[in-house]
């Protein structure tokens, strides 16, 4: 069956059908070449009517009920007007590649939602589990009329710092009565927060959450010190009452307006685009240098390494021999 072309996939994104939208990040995923080429056209052409939406990445530990605040968070904000997309990125199998892709089961509420598009994507072989085509999701998305991003990180690695790459705001989940409330989570993601929320803040649970609240604005103060712009608020909540939540939403808000009133919105953005491109470029040329002849020398160089004929340097250096006069 032949493929829509590239005036047919943009048309019906701008017109918010859902049916091409999800068939355009099919398109985005695929890796066959005649597709990513097709599907470059398609991005370039939508950019300008993407990069206006609230761009939110939500990390946790396991347990911390991610995937349930983000049903109630994203419910919420659809019926404040917005619309909204998630997408999530679920752990691959090291061994099969395989994905759980199982959010939608997790988020019912909100996958029947009109004004909310869920898009599940397995994480693959990028590093720390983020989708390598997250970022042209988001634009795609935005530029389909979706005005809030929410992007669920795996929870684990460096996939939260490439998510708090590609994101305006990045909410850490955090939940309480877990023995040390710093413990589990390392102090580089408390450095890319925004925000911390105490998730599960309900019931015999409140009491434990506030105590949990007041550990987490302790260490805040002990890594920024007095001078910050913005100091991250520790705040807590519960996805099954909603309490809290209008709270996350206004930190938000006023985080957006701080940075768009100081110009560091539009400089964060530039930043992260030199860096996305940056990460394109990398990732092409480790793919162009496999299918090149120096990976046969590079898989030769390995047995000398190991036995101990030549040293690493050398072996290197045989290997970049190879790639001179070699076309990209």
Request: charged share 35%; no cysteine.
């Given at each position: 069956m032949k493929k829509p072309d590239a005036q047919t996939y943009i048309r019906g994104i701008l017109q918010g059908d859902r049916r091409l939208l999800a068939k355009t990040i099919t398109l985005v995923e695929s890796a066959l070449p005649a597709d990513q080429v097709l599907a470059r056209n398609i991005l370039d052409e939508l950019m300008p009517f993407a990069g206006k939406a609230l761009r939110v990445g939500i990390t946790g530990l396991p347990g911390a009920g991610k995937s349930t605040f983000i049903e109630s968070f994203g419910t919420m904000l659809t019926q404040k007007?917005?619309?909204?997309a998630v997408l999530a990125v679920d752990p691959s199998s090291p061994k099969t590649g395989g994905s759980i892709l199982a959010d939608k089961t997790r988020m019912e509420k909100l996958s029947v939602n009109e004004k909310a598009f869920i898009r599940p994507s397995p994480?693959?072989?990028?590093?720390?589990?983020?989708?390598r085509k997250t970022r042209e999701t988001m634009l795609i998305c935005e530029a389909a009329?979706?005005?809030?991003m929410l992007i669920e990180t795996v929870g684990v690695g460096q996939s939260e710092v490439a998510v708090a790459s590609m994101v305006d705001f990045f909410l850490v989940l955090m939940i309480a009565g877990g023995g040390d409330e710093l413990q589990g989570i390392k102090k580089g993601v408390l450095?890319?927060?925004d925000a911390v929320a105490v998730n599960k803040a309900d019931g015999d649970n409140k009491t434990k959450a506030?105590?949990?609240?007041?550990?987490?604005e302790r260490a805040f103060h002990l890594m920024t010190g007095p001078g910050h712009e913005w100091r991250p608020p520790v705040v807590t909540c519960s996805s099954l009452t909603m309490e809290g939540l209008e709270n996350i939403l206004n930190i938000i808000?006023?985080?957006?307006?701080?940075?768009?009133?100081?110009g560091r919105l539009q400089l964060k953005r530039k930043g992260q685009a030199r860096e996305w491109l940056k990460f394109l470029v990398k990732e092409g040329v480790q793919e162009w240098f496999y299918g090149s002849p120096a990976a046969g020398e590079l898989e030769q160089s390995f047995?000398?390494?190991e036995e101990g004929r030549i040293t690493p340097a050398t072996a290197a250096a045989k290997v970049l021999e190879c790639l001179k006069g070699?076309?990209?």
């Open positions: 007007g917005y619309r909204v994480s693959g072989k990028t590093l720390g589990g983020v989708a009329g979706f005005d809030a450095e890319l927060a506030e105590i949990a609240k007041k550990e987490y808000l006023e985080h957006r307006q701080k940075l768009t009133e100081s047995r000398e390494v070699q076309k990209f």
